[in-house]
């Protein structure tokens, strides 16, 4: 059973700067702020334009990332590996 | 009982005959046995999506060949070290993911760049050092400017540290939970999203500095 004392909670904290709002947006944006956390924290936005862009940049940063695009293996690729692994396992020492 | 979680990357459309658990547990306990022709399933089971995990992670092409080799030479020379107490796409993940980290680090970084130069900055009462702090989101109209941002951002990835950089891709990339890259990794929880944090701000500086805004 788990002990209270070793629930470790975080403190409420309180947003006055942009500081403080920067080091919190990634737990704000998982949604891991605890409430009076989040007030805070929204608090702070609706008084700093400057936050609400690096908050809006921040989310952009993340879906660019998101959308990034990668090529499937060419087939060349997927033929080539096969004909090592083949050859490779054949000359193994540990082949079974 | 809680039940256990396992790593599921997204599938492709090639992917989507996928075996049912027990008959992918028998193709294993085939391979283990030394069945080839097991083997050769296996290969042509997941061989795309460890290509893409791999090139993900190294960003081009030769190394990614050279991870996907490694792997698969693994997965035969140590069926035998898979209990199957996890899905075994969850241990190729993690094979996947420690190869490619090895590679990773024996690439030469071509310069190596300050992360701290793109991170934010503050003045002594917490405030933004440069404002206003530029909101670029609006700049970004036309499909050009997304094409020179995602080469942006892939440019910045690469010059991430290995390890930050299989963070972001664990995370924004392959949509892995963050008690799931810790486990990947070897790092904790919180050393997971505090190197999310400071990469995504680095992208970020590099994305707001790409388009004539000071980064901090």
Redesign the interface.
Known sequence: MVNRAQVRRAKPKKV?????A?TL???YL?GELDSKTTRSFEEHLMIC??????L???K???Q?????Q?????NE??K???E???N??KL?P??? | MIPKRHIRPKK?S?EKSQLSSNEERLLIERVK??D?KA??AI?SLY??RV??QA??LVGN?ADA?DV??EV??LV??KANSFLGKSEFSTWLYRLTANAALTKLRQIKREKVVSLDEYM?K?RK????LV???????QD?ENLVS?ME??QI??QA?DQLSPIDKAV?VMS??EELS?PEISKTLGISVQAV?AR??RA??F??GR??SHFGYSPT
């Open positions: 006055d700067t942009c500081k403080q920067t947006i990634l737990t998982m334009p400057d936050c609400v862009a690096f809006n940049t921040y952009k940063t993340i660019f990332t998101k959308s990034l990668y090529d499937e293996i060419p690729m997927k080539r590996v096969k090592f692994l083949r490779k396992i193994d540990d082949n079974r | 492709t090639s046995a030394g080839q083997f050769e290969f061989v795309s290509y893409r090139l993900k092409e060949n996907v080799q698969f030479l035969y020379r934010p503050f009462d917490g405030h933004h404002r206003p702090v530029a909101d670029w989101t970004i997304i941002s995602r951002i892939q990835i972001v924004d990339l963050n999203k999310l944090h995504r701000l992208l970020r994305l707001t």
